[in-house]
């Protein structure tokens, strides 16, 4: 079985205790929608669910075998939203967004910053601003992640989105915006230096 695969079914009933009874009976209610497309009330198998949950990462697209009154349909989708009960793998309801592979979509990107800044040496804080950032692209083109390389970075260096490359992929962000910076030791630090400054100084006189 394919590891991006989900089977779904239309769900009949609406309500709460419709949806009960579906995860009574070993499935988890869901709602399929997307641009021109009216929502649908789907079932998908929670045992077909926790095989597919252990491959996939954020933004997968995904291959879903929708069975209706007229066969099986094959619909590429994202997973859009997760709701979840007290529990922490209890999953209660699922949305999923069908797209079109030839038409551009706006993502969330996680931000992974990579090396260790030249500021740090320099007891420099590095500080993140921005742990994710919107982006167009066509489905194919969906980065997992945006890597940035803070090595070069001293104290008072920042990156900013308009630094921001990535073939294929439009930056929905303000270009001028700073996604990470490196920031000069924290009020307690900073203190003890000036401290120590002024102490130099009385020795001096």
């Known amino acids: 079985m394919e590891d991006n695969l989900i089977k ?35 079932t998908v198998s929670l045992k077909d669910w926790e095989r597919l949950r252990k491959n ?31 529990l922490k793998d209890e999953v209660l309801h699922i949305d999923f967004l069908q797209v079109s592979m030839e038409r551009k979509i706006e993502v969330e990107i996680p931000i992974h910053l990579t090396g260790e800044a030249i500021g740090m040496k320099n007891s420099g804080i590095v500080e993140l601003h921005l742990r994710t950032i919107m982006v167009e692209c066509l489905p194919s083109m969906i980065p997992e992640k945006i890597d940035l390389d803070v090595t070069n970075l001293d104290i008072g260096d920042s990156i900013h989105a308009n630094e921001i490359s990535i073939p294929g992929v439009k930056i929905l962000e303000h270009l001028d915006v700073a996604i990470v910076t490196i920031i000069p030791p924290s009020g307690g630090e900073e203190k003890a230096v000036i401290a120590e400054a002024v102490e130099v100084e009385k020795k001096e006189e």
């Open 8 to 42: 779904a079914e239309i769900r009949k009933g609406k309500g709460k205790s419709k949806a009960k009874s579906t995860r009574k009976e070993g499935g988890i209610p869901c709602v399929l929608y997307g641009r021109g497309l009216e929502s649908l009330g789907i």
């Open 56 to 86: 996939i990462k954020r933004n997968t697209i995904l291959k879903m075998e929708l069975r209706n009154d007229s066969g099986v349909e094959e619909r590429p989708v994202m997973i859009k939203d997760i709701q979840r009960g007290i």
